[in-house]
């Protein structure tokens, strides 16, 4: 167990609908960030927050948001969901806003539209 | 923009064996860290080993070191004494020593290791 907690670890949903994937940092860490890896684009970094506030933003598409909470867990919210946004979704978190010693991941969320 | 290649998408390895997985990438930064992570069936993303870039000495953790090339921007991963955990997806990845909107790890596509009883 890394400590950081993602649920549900498997979603199977329908093209248009939105799902939230949700995300618990490690113990600690006040940045939270979010990593999408499919076959063809490989992993891919989404957005990151601290201690509540957005502090980068990568391929985030705009149907895409998140949100981080006074408690610290994250919030990844997809919708009109796409064929092409099943992924593998991965939240990873660490102590500073740098990650000096790398990323904690959670075990991801697997994510199918159909 | 910084790129991180892995030119390697499959390797093999005999159990008890040596491997090597190779990492190029390209950075007009002079500060910056380097991890590999691997990933299991699990697919849980564990970090392996890290190494700064202002330091000369390569970085070791246990069966797994690294060969650190700054001027050749290469940074190898040496696994010795091959064990069957050991396969899995091996991701090298890039971050800027700077923070704000470089905070995010770049990722290479990634080698599959395979090791052979």
Avoid at chain 1, 54 to 61: D, F, P, S, V
Avoid at chain 2, 23 to 47: A, G, H, N, V
Avoid at chain 2, 51 to 78: C, D, H, M
Wanted: proline content about 3%; some cysteine.
């Amino acid at each position: 167990d890394s400590g950081v907690t993602q649920t549900p670890k498997h979603l199977i949903t329908a093209t248009g609908q939105r799902v939230t994937l949700r995300c618990s940092p490690r113990s600690g860490d006040l940045s939270v960030y979010w990593y999408q890896q499919s076959l063809d684009q490989g992993l891919q970094f989404l957005i990151q927050y601290y201690n509540g506030e957005e502090r980068a933003k990568g391929n985030i598409l705009e149907r895409f948001s998140a949100q981080q909470f006074p408690d610290l867990h994250s919030e990844l919210n997809l919708s009109s969901l796409e064929l092409g946004d099943s992924a593998l979704y991965f939240c990873a978190s660490s102590a500073r806003q740098g990650a000096d010693y790398g990323y904690t991941f959670g075990s991801g969320t697997r994510l199918t539209v159909v | 923009a910084q790129t991180v290649t892995q030119s390697q998408p499959e390797m093999s390895v005999q159990e008890a064996e040596t491997v090597t997985l190779s990492c190029t990438y390209d950075t007009s930064e002079s500060d910056y860290y380097l991890f590999w992570y691997k990933q299991p069936p699990s697919r849980q993303m564990i970090l392996v080993i890290r190494q700064e870039a202002y330091k000369q000495q390569n970085a070791t953790e246990n069966r797994f070191s690294v060969n650190f090339q700054k001027a050749a921007k290469s940074f190898s991963l040496k696994i010795s004494d091959s064990q069957l955990g050991d396969a899995a997806m091996y991701f090298c990845a890039y971050r800027s020593y700077y923070g704000g909107a470089t905070n995010k790890l770049i990722f290479g596509t990634g080698t599959l290791l395979a090791v052979q009883p």
